[in-house]
C-alpha cells in the first residue's frame, strides 16, 4: 500500500509541472517557448510528444504535458471541467506490477540498503541530463593527509560547464569533509569550461584526510553552467 502512494505522488508531481497556472495564479497569460525536440524516456522506450502537446519551457522550467506523460505511464487521464480538475488514475493490475518491479530491484538487484540510500560500490556512474559523471576510485595519502577522490565528466549539452571544486563536499558516515585549501593539491583543470567536444575529461577533487575504517561516501559535486544557479549532483558510494 505504500508503494501504491508513492506511485500516485510522482504522478502528482508531473501534473504540478504540466500547470503553470497553480504556481503563478490562475489565468495568467505567460510567454514560454514551444520546446517540440525534447524527448522522453519511460521503461527504456524513448519517444517525444506529438507537436499539439509539445513541452514549454518557461522561467527556467520545463513544463510537460500531463496527459502524454501520465498515458505513457499507464495511466488514465481525464479532465473534469465542472470541477476544474485533472484526473489521473493509475490501474489497479498496474500498480501491483511496480510493486513487484520495485521489491525485486531495492532487495535483489542493489544490494545494501541503509536509511533508504543505496550505496553502490566503485566505480560508480551517475547520469543527469547535463553530464555523465563516473566515480573511480578514492585514495587515502597519510603523508600529504589529504584524499583524492578521481572522477570522470562527460558534458552532453552544447551549453558549457564547470566543476566548482571549492564547494563540493564528500561525506563520510554522516560527517563531512570540504574541499582541501591548500590550492596547491586542487585539480586546476576544473577552472576552465568543460565542452561537449572534450568528450569524457579525468580529474580529480582532494579532501582532507578521511578515517581508515569509512564505509559509506557520498559526494556532492557542484556544477556551473553561465549565469545559471550552481547544481548540486550527489551519488553514493562505498569502497
Known amino acids: 500500500m505504500k508503494i501504491k502512494s508513492a506511485v500516485f505522488g510522482f504522478i502528482a508531481g508531473a501534473l504540478s509541472m504540466a500547470t503553470i497556472g497553480t504556481v503563478i495564479g490562475a489565468d495568467t497569460v505567460v510567454v514560454g517557448t514551444l520546446k517540440p525536440d525534447i524527448s522522453f524516456k519511460v521503461d527504456g522506450t524513448v519517444s517525444q510528444a506529438p507537436r499539439s502537446m509539445s513541452p514549454i519551457n518557461y522561467n527556467g522550467y520545463t513544463y510537460v504535458p500531463v496527459r502524454y506523460i501520465g498515458e505513457m505511464l499507464g495511466c488514465n487521464v481525464e479532465w473534469n471541467a465542472y470541477g476544474n480538475m485533472v484526473i489521473v488514475d493509475y490501474p489497479e493490475d498496474k500498480?501491483?506490477?511496480?510493486?513487484?518491479?520495485?521489491e525485486k530491484i531495492v532487495y535483489v538487484e542493489k544490494g545494501?540498503?541503509?536509511d533508504?540510500?543505496?550505496?553502490?560500490?566503485?566505480?560508480?556512474?551517475?547520469?543527469?541530463?547535463?553530464?555523465?559523471?563516473?566515480?573511480?576510485?578514492?585514495?587515502?595519502?597519510?603523508?600529504?593527509n589529504k584524499t583524492t577522490v578521481y572522477i570522470e565528466i562527460e558534458n552532453k549539452q552544447n551549453e558549457n560547464i564547470q566543476i566548482d571544486q571549492d564547494a563540493s563536499v564528500l561525506v563520510i558516515d554522516g560527517k563531512e569533509y570540504s574541499v582541501t585549501n591548500r590550492h596547491s593539491l586542487l585539480d586546476q583543470r576544473w577552472y576552465n569550461n568543460i565542452t561537449k567536444d572534450d568528450g569524457e575529461v579525468e580529474g580529480y577533487l582532494t579532501f582532507d584526510l578521511i578515517p581508515e575504517d569509512a564505509k559509506q561516501f557520498t559526494l556532492k559535486l557542484v556544477t556551473r553552467k553561465g549565469a545559471e544557479k550552481p547544481v548540486t549532483t550527489t551519488i553514493n558510494f562505498t569502497k
Open 95 to 102: 500498480i501491483k506490477e511496480v510493486v513487484r518491479e520495485v
Open 112 to 114: 545494501e540498503s541503509v
Open 116 to 144: 533508504g540510500t543505496v550505496y553502490s560500490t566503485l566505480p560508480v556512474t551517475k547520469k543527469t541530463s547535463d553530464f555523465d559523471f563516473d566515480v573511480r576510485s578514492i585514495i587515502r595519502d597519510t603523508t600529504a
